[in-house]
Each structure stands twice: as C-alpha cells, then as structure tokens.
C-alpha cells in the first residue's frame, strides 16, 4: 500500500530534477516505460501518464466506457491491458493515434456489439482480446481498420451469427479462438479472406452442420478444433475442400450417428495423407439401430460396418447367383423354343418350296 503512494512521487521529483514535467496517476516507472494502474478504482479516462508510457495496465478497475482518443497523451503505448473493467462502450476513435499497438486487451468485460470506428487508429494491432464479453454476432465492420492482427480471441461470448466475410478485412489472422460460444451452423462464406489462418478453435459451441465449402478459403490451416459441439454426421467433401499441407483436425465429444455413410466418410478421411484426424480412436458414435444399437467407437462401428458389409456382399451374390440362374434357364427355353420354331420355320419354307 506504501509502496502504491510513495513511488509516483517519487518519480515526479526525479523527472522534475531531470527536467522533465511527468504526472503520473498510477505507479510509473520510466526505466520499464511502463504504467501501473490496476485495482486503482478508477471510473473514467483520461488520467494523467507519462508519454513515455509503453505498457498501460489498467486491468480490474470500474470502468465503463472509453472515450474518443482516451489515450491521446500516451501515442506511444505498445500493450494496453483493460480487462476485467466494467466496460459497454467503446467509443468511436477510442483508441486513434495509438499506431503503435500491439496488444488490446479488452476480456471480461460487458461489451455487447463492437463498431466501426473502433478499429480506428489500430493498424498495428497484433492482438487483440475480447473473451469472455457478451457479443452475440461477428460484422465485417467490426474490424475494419486493423491491417495487422495475427490473433483474436472471441472466446465465452454469445455469439450465435457469423456475418458473410466478417473476418474478411483481417486477412493476415492466425490464430481465431471462436470456441465457448453459441455458433450453431458454418455457412458457406464466414471465413473468407483467412488465408493465413493456422489455428481455428470453434470447440464448445453447438455446431450441427457445416456447408460444404466454408473451409475452403483456410488454405494455411493447420488445426481445427471441433470437438464438443452437436454434430451427427458430416460430408467428407467439406474437409476434403481444405486445400492446405497438412491440418489436424479434433472431432470428439460431438454426437455421432453410427451407420456406415459416416464410417464410409471417415474411411475416406482417413486416406486423405494430409488430414490427420487426431482423436479418431476415441470417437464415440451413437445408434438406436438393431445392428448399432448403443454407445461404440467409431472404430469399432467400422468392424460392424464390414460385418454388414459382409452381409450385403452375401445376399448380392445370392441374388446374382438367382438372377443369373434364372437367365441361363430363360435362355436355354428360348434356345429350344427357337429351336422348334427354327423346325416349323424350315418345315413351312420347305413346304413352300414343295409346293
Ligand atoms: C507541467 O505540468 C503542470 C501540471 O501538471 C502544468 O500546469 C504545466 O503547464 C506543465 N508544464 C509544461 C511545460 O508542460
Ligand atoms: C477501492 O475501493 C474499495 C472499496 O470501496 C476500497 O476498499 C479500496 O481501498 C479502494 N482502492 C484504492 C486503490 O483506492
Ligand atoms: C496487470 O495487473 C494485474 C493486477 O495486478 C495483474 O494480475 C496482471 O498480470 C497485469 N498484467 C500484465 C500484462 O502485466
Ligand atoms: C485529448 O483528448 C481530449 C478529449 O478527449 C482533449 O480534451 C485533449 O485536449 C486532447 N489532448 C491532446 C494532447 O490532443
Ligand atoms: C457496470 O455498468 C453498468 C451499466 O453499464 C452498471 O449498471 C453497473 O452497476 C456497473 N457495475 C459495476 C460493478 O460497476
Ligand atoms: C482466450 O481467452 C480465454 C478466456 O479468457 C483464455 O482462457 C484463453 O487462454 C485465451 N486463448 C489464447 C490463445 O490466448
Ligand atoms: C443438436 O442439433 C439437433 C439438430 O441436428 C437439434 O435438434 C438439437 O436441439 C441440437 N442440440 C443442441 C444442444 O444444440
Ligand atoms: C452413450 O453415451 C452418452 C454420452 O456419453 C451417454 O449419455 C449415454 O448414457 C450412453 N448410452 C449407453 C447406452 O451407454
């Protein structure tokens, strides 16, 4: 506690006697180019800082909004932390002039929709955090501005609509953390413009469908964590549209559908060399099916697939064997049919000729 009143004080009298005219809020230390203001109960921006200040910890204090320019005295700031806040509005421009971004971290706080003037001013931005917020949908506008961002994290919101293209102004994103959200179907279109995205995590939303070609813009894709949604079934097509070098892909705590179209899809997967499905023998697949019937491994559901397999190859071969049977005999009829007719035709021409 000491320590938070004497050393602001400390630095004002040092920068003072060096020449300077540096106020500090917060526990500034020039040294680190760093400012220290977290738990400070603080409500409202802006409060004094030094220009010098590079990294901004303004984490757990009771803000709610940030308005225009809030951080137009520190044009310097590299990290700017301010999470756990109370914050629902961010204004348009709160953050112009900070070209020097890196990181935004805005997690566990209130915001409910982003706008377009947010991104305003952050060309830099390499990270950017808004986990564990309250948006409910993903717009192309939302991050508009940023011409640098490598990774998001959207993770624990609500977020049930994904807009066509919404990421498409963030093209150089690597890293997505979609997951703990409320997603419901990938439409064909959501992800466009990731070409540089490696790293897609969507585990622990409700995913029941996938078009076929949401994933095909992912060409540099290199995992995809689907693991914990609701799906039953899936077209092989959709992973087969991943056009990258390798991409290792998490399926399991989804409901699967025992029958033999997904272990024909997963056969088939298996063979793709550049998928690798990581937890396949931990799949488990459900089946209300007499043959199914229960809890299996998909692995073990392919064991009764070949058993059907089996099954259908046996009453092929019966009824080939019918079919063909019953070809032969309706030839050999014919044969002595025409056989006889062949006679009464020769019979009937010799009578002609006879008479
Ligand atoms: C120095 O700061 C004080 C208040 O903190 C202000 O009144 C004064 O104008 C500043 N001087 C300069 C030269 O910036
Ligand atoms: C913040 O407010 C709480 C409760 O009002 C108080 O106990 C605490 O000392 C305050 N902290 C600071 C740094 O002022
Ligand atoms: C910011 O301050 C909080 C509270 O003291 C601390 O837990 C957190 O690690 C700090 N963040 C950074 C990036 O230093
Ligand atoms: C910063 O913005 C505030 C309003 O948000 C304004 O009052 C102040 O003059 C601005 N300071 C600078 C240095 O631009
Ligand atoms: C958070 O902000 C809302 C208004 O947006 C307000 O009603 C609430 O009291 C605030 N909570 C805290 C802990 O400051
Ligand atoms: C994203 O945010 C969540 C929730 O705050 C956190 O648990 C997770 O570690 C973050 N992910 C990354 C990759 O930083
Ligand atoms: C899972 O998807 C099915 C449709 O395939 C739907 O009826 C069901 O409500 C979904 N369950 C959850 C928990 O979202
Ligand atoms: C099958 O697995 C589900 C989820 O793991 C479980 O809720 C259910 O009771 C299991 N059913 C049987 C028949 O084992």
């Known amino acids: 506690m000491h320590l938070f009143l004497v050393l602001p004080l400390v630095l004002k009298v040092q920068s003072i006697s060096m020449g300077h005219n540096v106020t500090c809020d917060c526990i ?5 180019k760093s400012a220290y203001c977290s738990n400070n109960n603080i409500t409202q921006l802006p409060i004094a800082l ?22 137009n005295t520190t044009r310097k700031l590299h990290f700017l932390y301010l999470n756990d806040n109370n914050i629902s509005m961010l204004a348009d421009g709160a953050f112009f002039l900070l070209e020097g971004l890196r990181w935004l971290d805005l997690s566990r706080n209130q915001i409910l929709s982003l706008s377009e003037g947010f991104s305003k001013g952050l060309s830099s931005l390499q990270g950017l955090s808004l986990a564990e917020n309250r948006l409910t949908s993903m717009d192309s506008s939302y991050f508009l501005h940023m011409d640098s961002l ?18 498409g102004s963030i093209s150089t994103l690597r ?4 997951d703990w959200n409320k997603i419901t179907i990938l439409n064909n279109g959501i992800f466009s413009m990731l070409r540089n995205l490696e790293d897609l995590n969507l585990h622990h939303n409700q995913i029941h469908s996938l078009d076929v070609g949401v994933l095909s813009p992912l060409t540099s894709l290199g995992k995809l964590d689907l693991t914990n949604n609701n799906l039953s079934t899936i077209q092989f097509k959709t992973f087969l549209s991943l056009n990258t070098y390798s991409t290792h892909i998490m399926l399991r705590g989804n409901p699967w ?20 499905l990581d937890d396949y023998d931990s799949l488990t697949c459900y089946s209300f099916n007499d043959e199914f019937n229960g809890n299996h491994t998909v692995f073990k559901a392919v064991e009764l697939c070949v058993a059907e397999m089996v099954t259908v190859l046996v009453i092929t071969i ?10 032969v005999m309706a030839e050999k009829k014919r044969k002595k049919k025409n056989k006889e007719k062949h006679w009464t035709e020769v019979g009937e021409v010799s009578c002609g000729s006879q008479d």
């Open 175 to 178: 890293q997505l953390q979609l």
């Open 50 to 71: 030094p220009p010098f200040t590079e990294t901004l910890n303004l984490s757990h204090n009771h803000l709610n909004t940030i308005p225009p320019r809030a951080f």
């Open 28 to 32: 500034c230390h020039e040294g680190f």
């Open 257 to 276: 559908r025992c029958d033999c179209d997904l272990q024909r899809v997963f056969q088939k997967l298996c063979n793709v060399k550049r998928l690798f």
């Open 150 to 167: 490598q990774r998001l994290n959207l993770s624990h919101n609500s977020i049930h609509t994904i807009k066509m293209r919404a990421f």
């Open 318 to 327: 019966t009824v080939v064997i019918t079919v063909v049977a019953a070809i």
